[in-house]
């Protein structure tokens, strides 16, 4: 599955939120990535993974030397203390997100909500502004999602269904529009 770039742009204003980074070392990523920043006259402030896995944070140090304001990118993730979140990019300086968070850029704020279930250390982004969430691999656009933990992940689906999104931006396939009430 591929793993798409989501852009919290709220107005025409020049900064971004880039969610999840895609996977380590894929030129078409970067390239695409770097083509939109340029068309739209826009720089990364912030990037912000939702999970530990490759095809998340992966691409964070390729998003951070290729494009033009990498270099003074934030880059968060959720402060996780499993041995699967030993395994992040090197040489990466990360700040860390505890639940109810809150990263701020020009006409957008993103609410950080804990999801473990996928994995340990999952969140789920909503933008204040709207009824949106941007789901990481809780949900998905496409296919069924794996979990680590069932338990979690049906707990941190019913958290889902309490922020009501109308809207959710998944980490990998279309984008999902809620049309009726979500229930379990």
Excluded at 37 to 44: F, M, S
Excluded at 92 to 108: C, F, H, P, R, Y
Excluded at 132 to 142: H, N, P, R, Y
Aim: aromatic content about 6%; proline content about 3%; hydrophobic content about 40%.
């Amino acid at each position: 599955m591929d793993v798409k770039h989501r852009f919290v742009r709220r107005n025409k204003r020049a900064k971004r939120i880039l969610v999840d980074a895609g996977d380590v070392n894929v030129p078409e990523y970067i390239n695409s990535l770097k083509s939109v920043l340029q068309e739209e006259n826009v720089e990364l402030e912030h990037i912000i993974v939702t999970h530990w896995h490759q095809d998340h944070i992966g691409g964070v140090k390729n998003v951070i030397e290729n494009t033009e304001n990498g270099k003074s990118c934030s880059v968060w993730k959720f402060k996780d203390d499993s041995s699967a979140s030993k395994c992040l990019p090197v040489n990466i300086s990360l700040k860390w997100l505890k639940n109810e968070d809150k990263i701020v850029t020009q006409g957008a704020t993103l609410r950080v909500v804990h999801t473990p279930g996928h994995t340990t250390d999952h969140i789920v982004l909503c933008l204040v502004e709207e009824q949106a969430i941007f789901s990481g691999d809780c949900i998905l656009g496409e296919g069924t999602a794996v979990f680590e933990n069932l338990y979690d992940y049906m707990n941190s689906l019913n958290i889902i269904l309490q922020l009501n999104p109308d809207i959710i931006y998944p980490g990998h396939g279309p984008v999902v529009e809620v049309i009726c009430n979500l229930s379990l």
